[in-house]
């Protein structure tokens, strides 16, 4: 954990809820915890597999991976 004052830390976990919410969240109506949990899940394996992302060359991230390993 990081002390008061060093937000840097922070950055990359705050855009990555912004951008769960501006694709997943907003617009919906949640019944659960359940729904909104399984929600998150599924969403988190979509960004870490298959959403493909400008900064990576347009590449999922599991295909940069991929290709930084071949290399």
Same mark, same amino acid.
């Given at each position: 954990?990081?002390?008061?004052?060093? &937000?840097?830390?922070?950055?990359?976990?705050?855009?990555?809820?912004?951008?769960?919410? *501006? #694709?997943?969240?907003?617009?919906?109506?949640?019944?659960?915890? /359940?729904?909104?949990? +399984?929600?998150? +899940?599924? %969403?988190? &394996? %979509?960004?870490?597999? /298959? /959403?493909? +992302? *400008?900064?990576?060359?347009?590449?999922?991230?599991? #295909?940069?991976?991929?290709?930084?390993?071949?290399?």
């Amino acid at each position: 954990m990081s002390r008061g004052a060093h &937000c840097i830390d922070n950055g990359p976990m705050e855009g990555f809820w912004g951008i769960l919410k *501006r #694709e997943r969240y907003y617009g919906k109506r949640f019944t659960s915890k /359940r729904a909104l949990t +399984q929600m998150i +899940q599924s %969403y988190i &394996c %979509y960004y870490n597999t /298959r /959403r493909v +992302q *400008r900064n990576l060359g347009v590449l999922t991230p599991l #295909e940069k991976h991929n290709s930084y390993l071949a290399a």
